[in-house]
């Protein structure tokens, strides 16, 4: 199937650590993203990582990677409430012009000031 | 760069009307772009990818008689709603993807078009 878990809430305090984690479905995916939403808006790239990596650290953005799980989490450090959003993670499915993006569920990130 | 820019950003319409939404890359040639559409607090579900020159590939169970899509030049690709019915409300999102993408086919997303349908 091409099901993509997430968790559909998080809320955490401004300067704590936020994981979001997300579960995905085909293993021979290339790359995975994680992308975030802001109210009526659309998708912004956060992050990607290569399926051949186990971690990947990009500021404030840790994204670790288990693949035996097929387990995607995104770690935001010291959380702004300006990262409150909705976060999706995703897989690349599929090779060359027809490579397509199934995404997560969503998980909806609420920061308290 | 790699700008994406949607029209309308919202429209409500009567049911039984077309209607149609435009998707341009603004800064970069797309050589692929996608159509999405988000439920209130869903995920996005792809309904179809556009490869320029090529006819619209369909997700399975959108009815490409209703949203028909046309990939008419490099920079541009329309959705459209043909006789709309409230149940085609949602947000529609598209994405480009271009030979600047990089290894990593990184989509570029549009900001959305909210459709009502009335």
């Known amino acids: 199937g091409e099901d993509v878990e997430q968790s559909l809430f998080l809320s955490v305090r401004e300067g704590d650590s936020s994981v979001i984690n997300c579960t995905y479905t085909?293993?021979?995916?290339?790359?995975l993203y994680w992308y975030k939403q802001e109210p009526g808006a659309g998708l912004q790239l956060l992050t990607y990582?290569?399926?051949?990596?186990d971690m990947k650290q990009d500021q404030r953005l840790t994204v670790l990677l288990n693949k035996k799980d097929k387990h995607l989490s995104l770690r935001i450090a010291d959380t702004q409430t300006g990262d409150s959003a909705i976060y999706f993670c995703?897989?690349?499915?599929?090779?060359?012009?027809?490579?397509?993006?199934?995404f997560g569920t969503g998980t909806l990130l609420a920061v308290q000031p | 760069g790699a700008v994406v820019s949607q029209h309308p950003s919202w429209v409500i319409c009567k049911s039984g009307t077309s209607v149609k939404i435009e998707c341009r890359s603004l800064?970069?040639?797309?050589?692929?772009m996608f159509w999405y559409r988000q439920f209130p607090k869903q995920s996005l579900m792809l309904m179809a990818t556009s490869n320029e020159g090529s006819k619209a590939t369909y997700e399975q169970g959108v009815e490409k008689d209703k949203f028909l899509i046309n990939h008419a030049s490099l920079t541009l690709s329309t959705l459209t709603v043909t006789s709309a019915h409230p149940e085609d409300s949602s947000f529609y999102i598209c994405?480009?993807?271009?030979?600047?993408?990089?290894?990593?086919?990184?989509?570029?997303f549009g900001p959305g078009t909210r459709l009502t349908v009335l």
């Open positions: 994405s480009a993807r271009g030979r600047t993408s990089g290894p990593y086919n990184e989509q570029f």
């Open positions: 800064d970069f040639q797309a050589t692929t």
């Open positions: 990582i290569f399926s051949n990596m």
């Open positions: 995703a897989e690349s499915m599929g090779g060359g012009a027809t490579n397509k993006l199934i």
């Open positions: 085909d293993s021979s995916s290339t790359y």
